[in-house]
């Protein structure tokens, strides 16, 4: 079984239990309805051009292992509160999250305290049966999320009635197409698009883009894998944003970086240490290829630890040097390119996905739909990578829909070319920030500054 088996197979065993020690029809009978409107809250955010954030409380979960067990629930509440959010999660698996109908309680009465403007409060769980819905608002819940991936449609649109026939809102989540053409008949106003696969936790911040083309008259709210302003700048076009792991590891006051509104630089070709800081650019890419003048010496990589916003960058590499490399250093984001490697290849790596693409025809567009879902950023290039190229003027349309960093030929004198796409999102350079063929401090520092003022 994969693991979102595993879960369903345990949450089974629980509703069993749950029957035994509760009576269905005393908790139908005493449940109140919830006054406020999740649907009517984020139609409001939409409405004044505001995020929606949710913000989980979380303790752990199967692919992180412990988070914060020893986190202090009213206090983490709190910081949401004041932080922005305008909803809280909290988690009431046990086995596989560490959450509890005592932890939804708990959060309720926090929340309650703090007056009727006060973040809506979800239940979140593997929900299979209407005694949890049940469960979760006489504990204090204003919404609950279903997961489409293990309802058959006619299971969801059931408990969904049930929920908001006592005011509840329903956060409907998907992962896949599969998924959503699956429930897309169903009149269900928010969907959740999770950037993490639950059978197999790895993760995609592109797939909610992918997805929400699909959905253009609903909200749509990014699930998973957003844990700083890099992150957010590939899902920012969602209309919410539910983030557990990197607020509960970061903290609650971390919610107020990620709305960054600068460009992104990613400074490729970095060969020395000294270039090693967060501060030099917002990525730094570092070449494996064996076809490049800028391969990093593994000496270097040997005797320095790997920072956090360093890209390893392949091409034409063995996939074996490949995953080799990766097992070898612990980057947290990979740059490959599209042809290069094959979806099922980029599928077998667990880590950040940035997917080149060397632009030379439509047809190289295209072909990126392939690639699509799987990925977290693009990065378009011009037709000889490397070579300092341009992508031929208007070959990439201003409304390419996915977020990308545009690269080729691009230097501190050309970045006002970012403006005319609506989802660049920054820029990738290389030969534009040498001088002889070295890297140059102070050419990256021109390229920050012109960013900071487009």
């Not at 290039?381 to 992508?391: A, E, K, L, M």
Request: aromatic residues 8%; glycine residues 6%.
């Amino acid at each position: 079984m994969n693991i979102l088996d595993t879960i369903t197979a345990q949450k089974r065993i629980e509703i069993a239990a749950l029957y035994q020690s509760n009576d269905l029809e005393t908790l139908k009978s005493a449940t109140k309805p919830t006054t406020r409107s999740f649907y009517n809250d984020i139609a409001a955010a939409h409405s004044e051009k505001q995020p929606f954030f949710i913000c989980e409380f979380k303790r752990k979960s199967p692919s992180e292992g412990w988070i914060n067990a020893d986190a202090d629930l009213p206090k983490q509440v709190q910081a949401y509160a004041q932080a922005g959010a305008k909803a809280i999660s909290v988690l009431t698996d046990t086995p596989f999250f560490g959450g509890s109908y005592q932890d939804l309680e708990l959060a309720a009465t926090t929340l309650h305290e703090l007056g009727e403007n006060r973040p809506l409060l979800l239940q979140k769980d593997f929900i299979l049966d209407e005694i949890q819905i049940y469960k979760a608002r006489a504990a204090g819940a204003d919404l609950i999320l279903l997961i489409a991936a293990i309802l058959t449609a006619d299971q969801l649109q059931y408990l969904k009635d049930i929920a908001e026939s006592v005011g509840m809102g329903v956060l409907v989540e998907v992962h896949d197409n599969e998924e959503l053409q699956k429930i897309q008949h169903l009149d269900f106003p928010v969907l959740g698009i999770n950037n993490r696969d639950l059978k197999v936790f790895r993760t995609s911040l592109n797939r909610v883009n992918v997805l929400k083309k699909q959905s253009p008259h609903r909200f749509i709210i990014s699930e998973s894998g957003i844990y700083n302003y890099r992150d957010f700048a590939v899902v920012r076009n969602a209309d919410g944003f539910l983030i557990g792991t990197g607020l509960m590891r970061a903290g609650a006051a971390s919610l107020s970086a990620l709305q960054k509104s600068k460009y992104l630089f990613k400074a490729c070709g970095i060969r020395t240490a000294d270039l090693f800081q967060e501060n030099t650019a917002d990525f730094i890419g570092i070449n494996f290829s064996p076809m490049s003048k800028r391969r990093m010496p593994l000496e270097i990589l040997d005797q320095n630890p790997i920072p956090s916003h360093a890209v390893a960058v392949f091409y034409q590499n063995d996939p074996a040097e490949i995953h080799a490399i990766l097992k070898r250093y612990p980057f947290q984001r990979v740059q490959l390119y599209a042809g290069d490697v094959t979806p099922e290849f980029i599928r077998s790596i667990r880590k950040k996905i940035l997917l080149a693409a060397r632009v030379r025809t439509q047809e190289d567009l295209d072909d990126l739909e392939n690639y699509a879902a799987d990925i977290d950023l693009f990065i378009l290039d011009g037709p000889d990578p490397g070579s300092g190229t341009q992508v031929e003027n208007d070959l990439i349309p201003t409304d390419f829909p996915y977020p990308f960093l545009l690269a080729g030929g691009m230097h501190s004198g050309n970045l006002d070319r970012l403006t005319k796409y609506q989802n660049c999102i920054g820029v990738d350079m290389a030969s534009g920030i040498e001088t002889d063929h070295v890297v140059d401090a102070e050419k990256i520092g021109a390229v920050v500054k012109k960013l900071e003022r487009l």
